[in-house]
């Protein structure tokens, strides 16, 4: 069985830049608005987003 994963990052900033921000986030410096949903509500995710009703950013969760 292969397992693929695709990490993406950004052009905006350095290294430290992103160290400092987890090490924000790692302090509770920062409350980040996010929702977890399980993998299955991937159709319904869509939808929210194509109808704009998603606040903040949506992490789906793999696991569930």
Known sequence: M???LTVRGSIVGTRA???EAVDFFARGLIDPTYT???LTDV???FDEMI???IEGRVVMDMSA
């Open 2 to 4: 292969l397992f693929g």
């Open 17 to 19: 830049d992103l160290a």
């Open 36 to 38: 977890l949903r399980p």
């Open 43 to 45: 159709n319904a995710v």
């Open 51 to 53: 109808a704009g009703e």
